[in-house]
């Protein structure tokens, strides 16, 4: 028997995640919706991920302001396991919110570089005082 799981994340923002997603090549659909798992059990959501299978992803907010991913792990259609999957998302989370974070404080990205050994990612920014 299947069943929704509740993974929760450090993720507070809703526009940094759908800017993250997007870094991610990964489609979403901001509505508070419904997604359906095993035999019909469904499971409200904030924002869904469509899955090749029609058995969709999502995030909820949490009591404590936090999101959560929110899947039927039986029917994960993703091109990595969950792990790697929310591994991938917090990296893509915390550098778009350094990066956001930056350019509100009037720097601007020089360079970003990723080592291909060891998934450390190197940003320069710069800002020049008049």
Do not use: C, P
């Not at 997007?22 to 059990?41: A, D, H």
């Not at 259609?77 to 350019?103: I, N, P, R």
């Amino acid at each position: 028997m299947s069943h929704f799981s509740r993974i929760k994340t450090s993720i507070r923002e809703i526009d940094l995640l759908k800017k993250s997603l997007v870094n991610l090549n990964l489609v979403w659909e901001e509505k508070e919706q419904m997604i359906e798992g095993y035999q019909g059990e469904t499971h409200k959501v904030n924002l869904v991920i469509h899955q090749k299978n029609n058995i969709d992803i999502g995030f909820e907010k949490t009591k404590d302001n936090n999101y959560q991913l929110v899947a039927d792990l039986a029917f994960w259609d993703q091109s990595t396991s969950v792990d790697a999957f929310l591994d991938s998302l917090h990296k893509e989370y915390a550098l778009t919110t350094v990066l956001e974070e930056t350019k509100k404080q009037g720097f601007e990205q020089i360079s970003q570089t990723t080592n291909q050994q060891n998934g450390e990612v190197v940003v320069i920014v710069e800002k020049w005082n008049n």
